[in-house]
């Protein structure tokens, strides 16, 4: 029989904290069987970090020409004339109605200062979106003050500002701001893992995206019944990329066979939310694969990258944690 070999206080100790880190990788592989969202959280905080980061740039680069004092369609005309519409006869002030009708951190800027504070709100976006990108954490804090800040832009920026992305990124920014403590930094937070309402918060809009948008090229045009679409598509987009030439260059089955493809990911897929945890991963990468072709193939700025977001909520830690080291 082999003999046991004892190495005095010190081996005692060496043996049970042995012990105690494998029972604490016992129960870390435990709730990661349960399906949690840890990773999850991680995975989606850097991701929409990003987004905000690109959206932020853009501002800066751009706003002041679009929105400045000087620009195409100036902020200080566009509040002027909030102000007249809603002025109360024999009164200066500007009403809470002209506030609710466009509200803006800028109605406390004065005219001289709006360039200036344009770029102030663009630059300070891309800082706390970095620190979402760098740190792979946030919290309720930095998460609302990215949405207060882009709702600032957007409810100001007029035809600028008017795409579907715009309104999309703020419905996601927003529920972020719940999913995250208030305070800390930490990527595992105690005690703080990703709410549940928050998780089917974004499985419930990506199933409205992809439905609603299913559903009105069923109802709106002859072509997506008729399996023509895709014949066009490629050449008739906003703005196709190089890739898009080639795509156009494929056979017509080819082109029915996408669009068939387009109708199961968007009207049939959806559904699988609610089924069981085999079908929602299958739904988040069907979507996310779905939103990569998209993005190889044409250009719509940040709106495949940020409909991603909403999917990586299907995929739990579970799936996710052979991505990260151990």
């Known amino acids: ?20 880190e494998s029972s604490t990788n016992a129960d870390s592989k435990s709730d990661i069987s349960k399906g949690s969202f840890w990773l999850t959280r991680i995975v989606f905080t850097r991701s929409l970090g990003f987004i905000y980061f690109v959206a932020f740039l853009v501002a800066l680069q751009q706003n002041k020409e679009l929105l400045g004092r000087d620009g195409l369609l100036p902020v200080p005309l566009y509040l002027s004339r909030l102000r007249q519409h809603f002025q109360v006869p024999g009164s200066a002030s500007t009403t809470s109605d002209a506030f609710n009708a466009a509200p803006t951190l800028l109605w406390w800027v004065v005219e001289e200062n709006l360039d200036v504070a344009l770029d102030v709100i663009a630059t300070a976006g891309l800082g706390l979106s970095a620190v979402l990108v760098i740190l792979g954490a946030g919290n309720a804090l930095i998460f609302a003050t990215l949405w207060v800040l882009y709702h600032s832009l957007v409810n100001v920026g007029q035809r600028w500002y008017s795409f579907g992305w715009e309104s999309q990124l703020l419905e996601t920014g927003f529920l972020a701001i719940f999913m995250c403590p208030l305070l800390s930094l930490r990527q595992f937070p105690t005690h703080s893992p990703t709410p549940w309402a928050v998780i089917w918060g974004y499985r419930w809009l990506i199933f409205r995206i992809m439905l609603g948008a299913g559903l009105i090229k069923i109802r709106g045009d002859q072509c997506w019944r008729d ?34 493809g387009n109708h199961f990911i968007e009207l049939i897929v959806p559904f699988f939310l609610f089924l069981p945890r085999p079908f929602r991963l299958a739904c988040g990468l069907l979507q996310i694969l779905f939103q990569v072709t998209l993005i190889v193939s044409g250009n719509l700025s940040f709106l495949n990258w940020l409909t991603i977001l909403p999917s990586i909520f299907c995929l739990d830690d579970r799936f996710l944690a052979p991505l990260f080291p151990r």
Request: aromatic share 8%.
């Open 1 to 20: 029989r082999p003999r046991a070999r004892v190495h005095g206080v010190g081996g005692i100790m060496k043996e049970e904290s042995s012990e105690r």
């Open 227 to 260: 399996l023509t679409c895709m014949n066009y598509h490629y050449e008739t987009q906003p703005v196709p990329n190089p890739l898009s030439y080639y795509l156009h260059q494929t056979p017509e089955a080819v082109h029915k066979l996408e669009t068939l």
